[in-house]
Every structure is written in C-alpha cells, then in structure tokens.
C-alpha cells in the first residue's frame, strides 16, 4: 500500500486543532496524523505531573494535551521540544519521532534543519518543506497526515476544510522581504506573516 504525505500550515492555531480533530473522526489513526505548532512565547507550557513547570525537551506534560486544544486523541501526547532554527515547539505524532530518533540529522540531512529533513524525508518537495518550517518558525502550525492513495481525496479535503497557507503565495512574501530559505542559524525577524492565535 502505497502512502502519501499530505501537509497544511496554519496561521490560526485554532484549525490546526480543529483540523487534528477531524482527521481522527473520520478515522486517520494517531500513527499517521502529526501536529508541530511554535511555542516560543511558551503559550503550551504545561506542569508535569510532579508539579515542577515545563516538562523539557521531549517530556510531555500532565495537561499539555488539555492546554493545546482536547485531552483525547493525538493532542492528549503532546510534548515539548525544541527544533534546530525554529526553537520550542509542542508537537505530537510520527513527525516527532522522525524530528528526535536516533541518527535522523545524518541520515536525512541535518544541515538543512530537523524540520526540513523530516518533512523532505517524508515525501514533501523541499520547496515547501523550507516554507513550511518557516512558517513554524514564525508561529505557524504545520498539520501532516500519512495517506494511502484510496483515501487522499478524504485527507485533502479535510486538510482544505479550514484557511491554509498556500505555500506558493508564501514563499513570494517571505522572499519579498529578502529571504531565500529555512535557515537555522538566522535570527527570528521583528514581524511574522502569521496571525495571531486565538485563545484555547
């Protein structure tokens, strides 16, 4: 069985969860759905279970899936982590794994970003791949599902439910500014393309 990789960013956080939602209603399992969203204004910080405030690098905490947008489903395993050149983020799914296993940098490149190389490795052109880490970077939500061929129409017009960054048009206002790719040594500019987050 062939599978696809299909991948939204969001500007509005909210339907990126809206999103994670509905991929599991109709019954995308949690091995194929991964959410990625920027947390550099610690929004998602969550208590562990001990009490003792954010739970690190790869720990998840005891209400982060409450905090993040549902207890049930993908989003009751979120984690924190931090991603060479976008910062901390609160992730969930199989693109965790990719982003922290063991030996990922050489095998799929880590110079050109974790993110980059998990996304490239995973099937999305490298175009939209350095888009679509930049667009965490500057506190997007980047949603991906694993689909076989007989169920892409589904997955994509579920993903097409809610307002998408059409990486195209994206790239043409971050290269407007001066910006050629995902760098992961470069600064984090003054002002983002995105929009604020609503409250969750």
């Known amino acids: 069985m062939t599978m696809r990789t299909l991948t939204r960013l969001f500007d509005n956080h909210d339907d990126a969860v809206a999103t994670v939602h509905a991929l599991e209603a109709a019954g995308f399992g949690h091995e194929h759905v991964s959410v990625v969203a920027n947390n550099a204004d610690t929004r998602y910080n969550t208590t562990n279970a001990a009490g003792t405030g954010d739970t690190g690098a790869t720990g998840t905490g005891a209400t982060a899936g409450t905090i993040f947008g549902g207890g049930l489903g993908l989003l009751a395993g979120i984690g924190s982590l931090a991603i060479p050149g976008v910062g901390p983020v609160v992730a969930a799914g199989w693109l965790v794994a990719t982003l922290t296993g063991a030996g990922v940098g050489a095998a799929i490149g880590g110079g050109a970003g974790g993110m980059v190389g998990a996304l490239t490795h995973a099937g999305v052109s ?69 929009t604020p987050r609503t409250g969750i």
């Open 126 to 194: 490298e175009a939209d791949a350095h888009v679509y880490a930049e667009g965490v970077r500057r506190g997007g939500s980047l949603v991906t599902v694993q689909a076989d061929e007989g169920r892409i129409p589904e997955a994509e017009s579920i993903l097409n439910n809610r307002s998408f960054v059409d990486p195209a048009a994206r790239r043409a206002e971050y290269t407007a500014s001066g910006w050629q790719r995902f760098d992961d040594k470069a600064p984090l500019p003054e002002s983002t393309v995105t």
